[in-house]
């Protein structure tokens, strides 16, 4: 890894879009206010023509919402400027290259180049040819790209991607963002599983019964209907951020710490998952979409009357899946996953359930004990809960459950740093432990390829199946008890309860 403070030159394609104003400039700020950054200038790309001074605008104007956001925001803001810019239009690249060149020798920035694409996916190829084409990667520095979800659109399309954006950048030198990867409490599944000598030991088939991701979001599908249309919650959510937590939790320990490491376990991981035929995808995988429904007195529309959106659309807006990991550690231990938009409740987190104890010795009417549970809380909780049964107190031997939770909404929530700014960090540092490999992609591509293709063969006449603002649709509870197991309801696993 390099230094611990990185200098160069952050080219953002897509600089007047939502990614760039609402996570990047104030990710760049709180990195300049924490003294991260050595030295650094900022080159906004887009359509609209703009002057340096209305971008600089702009980005004070993204700074309001954060805390001490004014401080310095002249001094952060004088370091962006602005190139109005068709990235489809090869001429524009060669006034970018000599902004640069000129940026570079002004800010002492030794020719290091992040290029970050906030951009439709359509452009990532041609915005990485025309890099190489026009010699913006011919510098002294390091050059990276960064480049941001959806990877494609299935493996096929994902491996043309990667054709394109090979002839200009090595795969060390793609930095493909799967947020996820940067929130803390993702982060910290390796340090829970792989520091704690209570849970490696136990962390296998013979101790743990199934592990439960889920991944609820409160909002529908706003303004992205066109582009949710040709996605959906499988390709939107699972094939990156629900897979890529569960190889976490799968992976064997890595030998070391390092992003090739880690990256080498977390693609054995991928490759162990059992693949679903597409015949028989329905035993294990089901899909819902949200119809009319109501949350908090306020009525919302059904999906297939969202703005952008086919009348008779057969999009999924929630997935419930059943993965099985055929190696020696996971042999019969599913791990369920569920991801969904307009749910009662937004929470994403870990459900670990431990297999119960060969023999209950407190058996009676009221002395039914409860599994062993880690959750782990990524958002919006963050942190651990163990569940346990200890003694209630009293005279009579009863058990009651208890839980120990550790919260970092409490600690440390306000100093949590944004998972964009972590990863923008990252990538100037050079370090892509948390950034996902082309290996890992392919590998979920072909994972979830095949359900999508027998989806979208077949119609789902249910759909819409779950009311907007409920737990989700019925089937997603069928797919668990047809194994004896259930979802655990986590809102009642929160860490403050
Ligand atoms: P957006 O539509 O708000 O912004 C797109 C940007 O691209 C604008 O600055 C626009 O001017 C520019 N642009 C479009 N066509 C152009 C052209 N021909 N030449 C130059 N500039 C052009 O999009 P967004 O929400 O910021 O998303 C950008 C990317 O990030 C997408 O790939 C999206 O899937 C991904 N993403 C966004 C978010 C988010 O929170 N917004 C989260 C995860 C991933």
Redesign the pocket.
Known sequence: MENDKPSGLIMI???????????LFPSIYRLFQKGKLNKFAVVG????PLTNEQFQENVKESLSDIAGGQDHAEEFASHFYYHS?????SESYIQLKDIAGKLDAQYGLLGNRIFY?????E??GTIAEQIKAQGLSDTAGYKRLVI???FGHSFESAKELNEKIRTAFSEEEIYR?D?YLGKEMVQNIEVIRFSNAIFEPLWNSRYISNIQVTSSETLGVEE?GR?YENSGALRDMVQNHLLQMVALLAMEPPIRLTDDEVRSEKVRALRSLRPVAKDEVKNYFVRGQYGPGSAGGKELPAYRDEHNVDSVSNTETFVAGKLLIDNFRWAGVPFYIRTGKRLEAKSTAIVVQFKDIPMNLYYGAEQVLNPNLLVIHIQPDEGITLHLNAKKAGKDIETTPITLTVSNNSIDRINTPEAYEKLLFDSMRGDATNFTHWDEVALSWKFVDSISEAWETEKDSSFPNYPSGSKGPECASELLKKDGHFWWPIEKLETGG
């Open positions: 394609f897509g600089a007047t879009g939502d990614l760039a104003n609402r996570k790309v887009a359509r609209r810019h068709d990235v489809t239009s694409l906030a951009m439709a996916p452009f990532f941001e979800k959806p963002i947020h992205r582009y």
